[in-house]
């Protein structure tokens, strides 16, 4: 007996199967449609959802950053001048771009030195960049311009003793600081204020356009540029007044003496709200400039001493300093374990409370010596040597700050006097800014004397290295199976397929 299933009297094609497979495909293309015009539509529109997942975070900007970026009212044009294979431009360029998602009106460009020579140069020819700029990140607000150098960028970790002896030490980046210089740079962008840095000169001090390694002030005057300052240079003899437009006064390591009348103006610029930073000449211990009493009166003293630490030099009068003094320009220091490095200190401590003026300010030393140090003050025999009952040994102190309310009237919009006094004026050449401590001592100088002491709540992203240290043999075989195996399998894979479909 035969018996049919009735599946087999089913005829093969039924037409309105045909009809609902092309519906499915239809409605599956429009939904396809659908959802790629929503998702365009979401991505190009203002409602923006963007979440750092880094594990350090270092895409995060500070409620500062924002505030700052949300105050901006002029177009802001970024050029960063940096080559593409720069170990720090992929942080750049991720901070730029979370800076230009939240305030549309900076705009940044990356040009390459290496690729682009032309328009490199166009850039620099623009900005009157140095011999010496080499990498530089450049904000421009309709003519008013920052510039933050790639020196300034990184905070390093590495043993500055060795570094600078000529071992062979690495140095490693430890974080990235471009969110706490770029803010800054906006800042002062932002404020309808220009400060104006004024180099004195007359009395054979270091200055501001040399280039010279151990007496010129090119990359400090560069590094006030770059904050948006003006900086001149200015006489106080004869005639000549500090200008009303003034607001640093820089005293680059003065070789002869001050008249009473170039005195007088510097203390009507204290007086008046003025910022003064003073880097003493250490070559003449024993040379009276006539401003040694103008330290006293505000309750700093400069005796004619050299600072040492035979534990911690690199030889001559070199004095490295890790000891900070608890005020705004070196806690951060005191945080990131600087060094901050002298070629030949002299002495800059505060008066005791009993020798200090009625009205003296409250000073603060900033950085001394270790514990082991002494001063020095027998020059005797053309050397310098410790002398017994007179000079003292442990910690030495060799630069001091010191602030005061300005005098009401005056010079309004000054604001409080501010001086800083440095036992060393090479603390601020150009040779020493090969120190990464030496460079955060400058920005943080210069941070407290243009009031913008709040940029330093924004503490450098730190910068994590993964390395994969292997022994020689360990090398040989994962070359092996690199160059050997893994290529090995895919072909035996392949063949074994080829030959289940051949059969």
Known sequence: MEMRSTRQNEPSFV?????????????????????????????????????????TGRFQLSPLTRQVLAGLTNDVRVTVLFPRDSEIRGYIEGLLREYTELQPRVRARFVDNEVEPVTAMQVRTTYRLGSTDANQVIFDAGGQVARVAESELSAYD???????????????????????????????????????????????????????????????SALLAGKGARVTTIRLDGTNDVPADCQILVIAGPTQ??????????????????????????????????????????GIAAPPMYAA?????????????????????????????????????????????????????????????????MTRSDFRGGSVAFRPGLDRVGEVPMAAA????????????????????????????????????????????????????????????????????????????????LLGVLPCAVLGVGFVVWFRRRN
């Open 402 to 481: 010191a602030e005061r309310g300005g005098v009401a009237g005056v010079a309004a919009g000054r604001g409080t006097a501010r001086l800083v006094v440095v036992g060393d004026m090479h603390v601020f050449a150009n040779d020493a800014f090969t120190n990464p401590g030496n460079v955060d001592f400058a920005e943080l100088t210069l941070a407290w004397l243009l009031d913008r002491t709040e940029m330093l709540a924004i503490g450098p992203k730190p910068i994590r290295e993964y390395r994969l240290y292997l022994t020689p043999q360990q090398l040989r075989a994962l070359r092996w199976t």
């Open 158 to 220: 590495a043993n500055i003793n060795e570094m600078m002896l000529g071992a062979k030490k690495e140095i490693r980046r430890s974080g990235f600081k471009g969110e706490l210089l770029f803010t800054s740079a906006l800042a002062g962008l932002a404020s309808t204020n220009v400060p104006v840095a004024c180099f004195v000169t007359g009395h054979d001090e270091a200055r501001a356009e040399s280039e010279d390694r151990l007496g010129g002030y090119y990359r400090f």
């Open 257 to 298: 003496p001050f008249l009473p009348t170039e005195i007088e103006r510097v203390v009507k610029f204290l007086d008046g709200g003025g910022r003064v930073v003073l880097g003493l000449d250490s070559t003449r211990p024993t040379l009276r400039t006539g401003l040694e009493e103008v330290l006293q009166q505000w």
């Open 309 to 373: 630490d035979t534990n911690n030099t690199l030889g001559g009068f070199s004095v490295l300093s890790t000891n900070f003094g608890s005020h705004p320009i070196t806690l951060p220091m005191t945080r990131s374990e600087s060094r901050l490095f002298f070629l030949a200190p002299r002495v800059v401590g505060t008066l005791p409370p009993d020798m200090r003026p009625a009205d003296a300010p409250k000073a603060v030393i900033l950085a001394t010596t270790g514990p082991g140090g």
């Open 15 to 55: 037409p309105a199967r045909r009809l609902r497979i092309a519906f499915s495909v239809v409605v599956g293309m429009a939904s396809a449609v659908v959802v790629f015009v929503l998702v365009n539509h979401l991505a190009a529109s203002r409602f923006k959802w963007r979440r750092d997942v880094s594990g």
